[in-house]
């Protein structure tokens, strides 16, 4: 009967969209409904959306704040334009969406993907205005190297600590990750996108001129700009992943933190592009006024995912897969998966679904591959109680119906494809 109350949640805030009603605003009336219905106190219901929205922001508002503010120093400074002119000249217009690709990559394996996805947004934009392309066509093969990273590559956040919890090879998961997230995100994000965008054949026949450059940064500062985060991140992750305590350990993991990478990226990049602070902090306020509806959603869709999880709506779907006699792997995935649809964040449903099908490991299953069958599962079918789903909506400005059709598809191929892989490299190890 849960999950009918789930699904009824699901339908009415469809309907309230469809309606014009804020998404806000209906995720909020949509969350309190479905907690009463599913016999929560109406006092607990208002503390668990309270517990939600403020996990989801505390984790997440400073990230999404600061990466606006350096998206829009990185737009209003030239280094952007930069960018996608040194992008274009060396992959040609044409091929732009394996340098998304390639950089999604490199963004997603130390970040978590919203803050990744904050990260590359405005290159994204940038890229999409110049080339006169559609914004999806250049968005999706982003969205689809971060969600790979999330789901199968260590040193990524996710898959480093189902390593642990399966007492996986940090090594093996990293190769076998590899061997199925490269032919996986170019399905999804190159060849899906190319199915299903409409381009103007103008575009690519007629030849880019790149323009007077001599008003923009050089490629040097721009890169630096755009990539300082990363790299801060990166040896951040390096640094604190060491086995054995030294004295700077402590200052690695300060710097592995996303804020910090961005803050500190902020204050570079007024340094190094020799910008008046009167001028950048009018950038920085124009950023964080840009995506102020959008943390208010995503905050509103945290308050729903933590009516679910604290209604035990996901001890129901634990309990109707367990008695399912199928293959470990093939089992975990589907475990992961259907906690993912009912509860919305990819990273809840994996560690939920690890404890589950941790006994399982043995029977026919390394642990390696379980940690990438769970990390598959924890991406399937994204839909409108996942955070990332309404980010996806709300930068990209799409309605519900095209959100499903690019952002849930995309991560549904990812998914399966995952599933696919994991089984087949199983057949041969």
């Given at each position: ?36 219905l599913l016999g929560m106190p109406a006092n607990k219901v208002m503390l668990s959306i309270s517990a939600g929205v403020g996990s989801t922001l505390g984790s997440m508002v400073l990230v999404l704040a600061l990466g606006a503010m350096m ?157 300082l985060p990363v790299f801060i991140i990166i040896v951040g992750t390096i640094g604190s992943g060491v086995s054995y305590d030294y004295s700077f350990k402590s200052l690695f993991v300060f710097l592995a933190d996303p804020t910090v990478a ?168």
């Amino acid at each position: 009967m849960s999950l009918f109350i789930v699904l009824f949640g699901i339908l009415l805030l469809l309907l309230l969209i469809i309606r014009k009603l804020n998404p806000m605003i209906a995720l909020v009336i949509v969350a309190i409904v479905t907690g009463l219905l599913l016999g929560m106190p109406a006092n607990k219901v208002m503390l668990s959306i309270s517990a939600g929205v403020g996990s989801t922001l505390g984790s997440m508002v400073l990230v999404l704040a600061l990466g606006a503010m350096m998206g829009k120093l990185i737009e209003d400074s030239g280094a952007a334009k930069k960018i996608v002119f040194i992008l274009i000249g060396a992959f040609g217009q044409r091929n732009i969406q394996w340098a998304i690709l390639l950089t999604g990559f490199l963004v997603g394996i130390p970040l978590f993907y919203n803050a990744g996805f904050v990260v590359l947004i405005p290159l994204v934009f940038a890229i999409a205005a110049t080339t006169k392309l559609p914004k999806l066509y250049v968005g999706l093969p982003m969205a689809a190297a971060l969600s790979v990273t999330h789901g199968f590559l260590p040193p990524h956040p996710g898959p480093v600590a189902l390593a642990a919890i399966f007492h996986a090879d940090m090594g093996k998961t990293l190769l076998y990750g590899l061997m199925l997230s490269v032919p996986i995100a170019v399905v999804a994000g190159v060849l899906f996108p190319r199915m299903i965008i409409k381009r103007d054949k103008k575009v690519f026949d007629t030849p880019f001129m790149i323009p007077d450059e001599s008003s923009l940064p050089s490629t040097l500062s721009s890169f630096t700009s755009a990539l300082l985060p990363v790299f801060i991140i990166i040896v951040g992750t390096i640094g604190s992943g060491v086995s054995y305590d030294y004295s700077f350990k402590s200052l690695f993991v300060f710097l592995a933190d996303p804020t910090v990478a961005l803050l500190t990226a902020i204050v570079f990049t007024i340094f190094i592009q020799k910008i008046k602070i009167t001028v950048a902090m009018e950038s920085c306020t124009a950023g964080v006024k840009s995506i102020a509806m959008i943390i208010l959603i995503i905050a509103a869709g945290g308050g729903f995912k933590q009516i679910l999880v604290d209604s035990g709506v996901g001890n129901t779907v634990k309990d109707l897969t367990s008695t399912l006699n199928l293959s470990p792997l093939l089992l975990a995935w589907l475990i992961t998966g259907a906690l993912r649809v009912t509860l919305g964040s990819a990273t809840v449903a994996a560690l939920t679904a690890s404890g589950i099908v941790l006994p399982l490991i043995g029977f026919g299953a390394s642990p390696e591959l379980m940690v990438l069958s769970v990390g598959a599962g924890s991406l399937l079918f994204s839909h409108v109680n996942d955070t990332g789903f309404w980010m996806f909506k709300e930068y990209f400005n799409l309605t519900l119906r095209e959100t499903f059709s690019t952002w849930s598809v995309m991560e549904t191929i990812v998914s399966v494809l995952g599933l696919l892989g994991v089984l087949l490299l199983n057949q041969f190890l």
